[in-house]
């Protein structure tokens, strides 16, 4: 059983950035593919970035290209969001989620394990 404890949401002004944090506990995060997620209000639940164990290999939503950073390390068992430019349609509920599949990281679609979300509100 892996735990996934998120945090680095909060409220920032179109524009600027925030840095999510998702810590592993109880297992160790190398035997991972790792996501984040985020969910508006109304909104179905939209994968944003994806990472594989090594962190070599990396997938990205089209609505957030260029503008944010999947990263991981696994001698801290945590993985990064690095969120910059942010715009108002970036607020969400935003989840890390970890995968026991042998697939490629974008074609990685079942998560085994998800952490409880932290809010990122971005005012115009």
């Known amino acids: 059983q892996v735990q996934l404890v998120e945090s680095g949401g909060g409220l920032v002004q179109a524009g600027g950035s925030l840095r999510l944090s998702c810590a592993a506990r109880?297992?160790?995060?190398?035997?991972?593919?790792m996501g984040w997620f985020r969910q508006a209000p109304g909104k179905e639940r939209e994968r944003v970035a994806a990472?594989?164990?090594?962190?070599?290999?990396?997938y990205y939503a089209d609505s957030v290209k260029g503008r944010f950073t999947i990263s991981r390390d696994n001698a801290k068992n945590t993985v990064y969001l690095q969120m910059n430019g942010l715009k108002p349609e970036d607020t969400a509920v935003y989840y890390c989620?970890?995968?026991?599949?042998?697939?490629?990281?974008?074609?990685?679609?079942?998560?085994?394990?998800w952490g409880q979300g932290t809010q990122v509100t971005v005012s115009s």
């Open positions: 109880g297992r160790t995060l190398s035997n991972y593919v």
């Open positions: 989620a970890a995968s026991q599949s042998l697939s490629t990281v974008v074609f990685v679609t079942r998560y085994d394990y």
């Open positions: 990472t594989s164990r090594s962190g070599t290999s990396t």
